[in-house]
């Protein structure tokens, strides 16, 4: 998607609503549908649009198939306001003619937006569209990683089942561009910044972008045997906190084979640290402290296959279609994920396992178009 040129046509239609079809070739092309509706007027009629610009986004992919990315909070006022739309259905189908529904918002988030839940699902029922409810905790990016994954492939199975898809959340804000942004990057092999510029040159949104990338090494990781190989793929400090004056070195399998201590360097007080780039999987190490060889009490702890007490570190993690959320170990020391070019056979890799955690999906019936 990088350097690709495109072409902008404007259709005017009634009450001052404007489409721009820009035409993105050869991977994508897409619909922008820009104004303010008001409630109760035109098109939208049953859409209360607040607090962010009003942008409808459909990308629609080399397959024939089509996403629907809203940017707004949807909020239905009443059946009346449902009763309008129906009104206006041929035009409806015209324009938004999107057959499913991929909502993140959580009960409570709807609860209190004051959200009638009940009746989106009944008007879903009466157009005849598949609505999906796959919540997400909002601004919460552990959450948004570990889930990621799933629901990328609920969108590619539905694509896959020839629907139009209408991706939502509470601001659209986050987490539906984020899932669009992945989709790109894993499904269509573009390079995440290239999706996230493409996404974000559309709408003043801020996805989770180091969720994303964490949940692209996760990814990877379903289908690698042993440790990752390959560049780095998350940045590491390692933390000592002992007393002021003390020789520190981090030492363990990433050093040499335990043979090449690092030293640490003096933060001030009784913090040292030793930063760090490893590709992900699990390491053991140690602190040479004053020539002694000791753990740490700030950070997990594991025996190895030799008996010895050893800190231990798990640098990211394996995606799961049936993620589990726990209570992540208190660790002392700081991991951040490494966002780069992804190598081919890194390429390669991502592109397996996504469609693997897609076809995976079997929980939700997915409706045939």
């Known amino acids: ?59 629609k992919g ?24 129906y009104k206006h259905k041929l035009m409806w189908k015209i324009c938004l003619n999107f057959t499913a529904v991929l909502n993140f918002q959580s009960g409570i988030e709807a609860e209190n ?3 009638n839940s009940n009746l989106i699902n009944e008007s879903c029922q009466r157009f005849n569209i598949l609505m999906i409810n796959y919540p997400i905790r909002d601004a919460d990016s552990f959450d948004m990683r570990k889930k990621l994954p799933f629901c990328v492939g609920l969108l590619l199975r539905l694509l896959k089942k020839n629907h139009r898809v209408f991706v939502t959340c ?32 559309l709408h003043s949104c801020r996805p989770d972008r180091p969720a994303i990338a964490w949940a692209t090494w996760d990814l990877i990781a379903m289908v690698e045997k042993d440790r990752h190989e390959g560049p780095a ?14 020789e520190v070195s981090l030492v363990g399998d990433f050093t040499g084979n335990w043979k090449e201590p690092m030293k640490a360097t003096h933060k001030g007080g009784p913090r040292y640290e030793v930063e760090v780039r490893l590709p992900q999987g699990k390491y053991y190490y140690k602190y040479i402290i004053n020539g002694q060889w000791r ?12 008996g010895n007490l050893n800190n231990v570190v798990v ?7 049936r993620p589990s959320i726990q209570q992540q170990k208190k660790d002392i020391n700081i991991v951040k994920v490494i966002e780069r070019p992804l190598t081919e056979n890194e390429r390669f890799m991502l592109a397996k396992a996504a469609r693997c955690v897609a076809f995976s999906v079997c929980p939700i019936r997915l409706a045939p178009k």
Not at 62 to 74: G, K, N
Not at 295 to 306: G, L, N, V, Y
Not at 315 to 321: E, K, L, N, P, Q
């Open 113 to 115: 937006w004051g959200i």
């Open 315 to 321: 640098v990211g993690d394996i995606a799961s279609v």
């Open 295 to 306: 753990h740490s009490t700030a950070s997990p702890t594991e025996r190895d296959e030799r």
């Open 233 to 246: 793929t998350h940045a590491l400090t390692f933390v000592w906190t002992g007393q002021e004056g003390e």
């Open 62 to 85: 080399s397959f024939t198939t089509t996403i629907l990315l809203v940017w707004a909070t949807v909020r239905l006022q009443s059946k009346y306001m449902w009763d309008r739309v």
């Open 170 to 201: 509470t601001t659209g804000f986050d987490r539906s561009p984020a899932c669009v942004i992945a989709y790109l990057h894993w499904m269509t092999d573009t390079s995440l910044h290239a999706a996230y510029n493409f996404i974000t040159g």
């Open 1 to 59: 998607m990088d350097g690709t040129s495109f072409s902008i046509i404007k259709l005017f239609l009634h009450n001052n609503t404007t489409l721009i079809f820009l035409l993105l070739l050869p991977k994508l092309s897409l619909f922008l549908l820009s104004k303010s509706l008001e409630m109760g007027n035109g098109l939208m009629g049953a859409f209360h649009w607040r607090n962010i610009s009003r942008h409808l986004i459909v990308l």
